[in-house]
């Protein structure tokens, strides 16, 4: 999570080669709500028409992001084909949540808003809160021919279908930017410490990591990855254990790997999840001295100022560190997969998505806005600044290709083909959240990980009765 992290980036032809990522979601807690809605779309008839709402007014509420960034450039031009007002409202990562959370209940909901495609869609869902998009989708009065829904991968869209596991469920969100997890590293450092060669397994980077932290003295760290206490760090972990997850072996959604088919069957102590804990324990220990506060800002600037050789986080940081004007190691980045744990395992990917609340007004006029946001134009013209365009024709056209890094688009693009969701859907997931964390960072503080992990299952499955 971003800067669920805030952060957001997609793969290159991540998308495509997310198609086959098939998210069946079942079980309690996972989207069990929400009541009818639609209304408004079902009401609209005759010819498809971006002028159809001219003159109406809509609230848009967005997380400080790259897409955010990028949006605002265009705003103008949503304006002008539409005739409708946008009365834009932003907000840091640290305060959106809850700015959504108090929004959508009142009575000036915002007409669209950026929706965590995981437990926290599960989480407005069951609480009646969000608009449901089908009806939309299926108007041919509000969408245009040329949208085109099917053109996002069936697996960035199933984590926002609900109910949850129902023939008839509905989509709720939209991806707008997409991040799969990967390895950033520091060309020169791996150059001067390293002779060069990146380290392909994991083990190895982790003693890499330790061996340059030492040798730095204190100025240069082989490892800074998020070590603060926050949910954030949830889809980073998530990533590392699915290094450390065989391909071959089954995932059964919503519980993803943390759970054994039921909420009551927590299983921290399975060597896979023991395993990629650790690994990401071991990363925040080969850290700078105050890596237990360090969270995305903090890691990536550092990253970005030279003073890390390896960084492990979303891929949306790539076009920022290769940006000159603010990235002191433009041009010197590397990117590479997770290196190899103990199995052959794949690596994480993560969504944000736009949604329309339920208690909006002008609900037409915020489906044509979600609508022009996520068209294949744009979607690609913003992916470039996040780093991944969750469409698969965006995400492979040549603006997009050429615009980003080649190596980080064909990283992005090779891990796509194997990644796996870092969703969890169940609402109330977060009390889980930092029972994981909080087993992470007394492992990276030197406990035993088979102690803390034994007890952190037991916690978990009193947490979540």
């Known amino acids: 999570m971003t800067p669920h992290t805030s952060t957001t980036a997609r793969t290159t032809r991540s998308t495509a080669a997310l198609a086959g990522l098939a998210l069946v979601v079942t079980g309690c807690g996972a989207g069990m709500g929400g009541g009818t809605g639609g209304e408004e779309a079902q009401e609209t008839s005759g010819e498809f028409?971006?002028?159809?709402?001219?003159?109406?007014?809509?609230?848009?509420?967005?997380?400080?992001?790259?897409?955010?960034?990028?949006?605002?450039?265009?705003?103008?031009?949503?304006?002008?084909?539409?005739?409708?007002?946008?009365?834009?409202?932003?907000?840091?990562?640290?305060?959106?949540?809850?700015?959504?959370?108090?929004?959508?209940?009142?009575g000036e909901a915002p007409g669209v808003y950026m929706l965590q495609m995981d437990d926290f869609a599960a989480t407005q869902y069951d609480a009646g809160l969000v608009e449901p998009l089908t009806p939309y989708l299926d108007n041919p009065s509000l969408t245009s021919?040329?949208?085109?829904?099917?053109?996002?991968?069936?697996?960035?869209?199933?984590?926002?279908?609900?109910?949850?596991?129902?023939?008839?469920?509905?989509?709720?969100?939209?991806?707008?930017?997409?991040?799969?997890?990967?390895?950033?590293?520091?060309?020169?450092?791996v150059d001067e410490y390293l002779g060069g060669e990146v380290p392909k397994t994991?083990?190895?980077?982790?003693?890499?990591?330790?061996?340059?932290?030492?040798?730095?003295?204190?100025?240069?760290?082989?490892?800074?990855?998020?070590?603060?206490?926050?949910?954030?760090?949830?889809?980073?972990?998530?990533?590392?254990?699915?290094?450390?997850?065989?391909?071959?072996?089954?995932?059964?959604?919503?519980?993803?790997?943390?759970?054994?088919?039921?909420?009551?069957?927590?299983?921290?102590?399975?060597?896979?999840?023991?395993?990629?804990?650790?690994d990401y324990a071991a990363l925040v220990a080969a850290g700078p001295s105050n890596r237990f506060n360090l969270d995305w800002p903090d890691a990536t600037s550092l990253f970005a100022q030279g003073k890390a050789a390896f960084f492990i986080d979303a891929s949306v940081f790539g076009p920022g560190f290769e940006d000159p004007e603010s990235s002191a190691i433009a041009g010197d980045v590397g990117y590479a997969p997770l290196p190899t744990g103990d199995v052959e395992g794949s690596t994480?990917?993560?969504?944000?998505?736009?949604?329309?609340?339920?208690?909006?007004?002008?609900?037409?006029?915020?489906?044509?806005?979600?609508?022009?946001?996520?068209?294949?134009?744009?979607?690609?013209?913003?992916?470039?600044?996040?780093?991944?365009?969750?469409?698969?024709?965006?995400?492979e056209s040549e603006e997009y290709l050429a615009a980003l890094n080649p190596e980080f688009?064909?990283?992005?693009?090779?891990?796509?083909?194997?990644?796996?969701?870092?969703?969890?859907?169940?609402?109330?997931w977060k009390p889980g959240v930092f029972v994981i964390v909080d087993a992470v960072l007394a492992i990276a503080q030197g406990e035993d990980p088979e102690t803390v992990l034994t007890e952190a299952n037991d916690l978990m499955r009193a947490t979540l009765q």
Do not use: C
């Open 49 to 106: 028409d971006w002028k159809r709402f001219e003159g109406e007014s809509i609230s848009v509420m967005l997380n400080e992001h790259p897409w955010t960034d990028g949006v605002k450039e265009h705003l103008g031009e949503f304006e002008e084909l539409t005739g409708i007002d946008v009365e834009l409202n932003t907000y840091s990562e640290d305060l959106y949540t809850a700015k959504v959370e108090q929004a959508v209940r009142s």
């Open 145 to 189: 021919d040329e949208y085109d829904f099917d053109d996002f991968p069936s697996g960035l869209v199933d984590p926002v279908r609900f109910p949850a596991g129902d023939s008839d469920a509905q989509v709720y969100s939209v991806p707008i930017a997409t991040e799969s997890y990967i390895l950033f590293y520091n060309e020169k450092l």
């Open 202 to 278: 994991m083990d190895g980077l982790i003693a890499a990591a330790q061996q340059i932290t030492t040798k730095g003295g204190g100025d240069v760290f082989g490892s800074v990855v998020r070590g603060v206490r926050s949910d954030g760090l949830r889809d980073t972990i998530t990533a590392m254990v699915l290094n450390q997850w065989a391909l071959d072996r089954e995932i059964e959604a919503p519980y993803n790997v943390w759970f054994d088919g039921s909420w009551d069957e927590p299983r921290l102590t399975d060597p896979s999840i023991v395993n990629g804990l650790s």
């Open 348 to 395: 994480g990917v993560w969504s944000w998505g736009l949604s329309i609340a339920k208690n909006a007004g002008n609900k037409g006029a915020s489906w044509l806005f979600l609508q022009w946001a996520t068209t294949k134009e744009l979607t690609g013209t913003l992916g470039i600044q996040t780093g991944g365009a969750p469409r698969q024709s965006s995400s």
């Open 409 to 428: 688009v064909r990283v992005t693009a090779e891990v796509a083909s194997t990644a796996r969701t870092t969703a969890v859907l169940r609402t109330g």
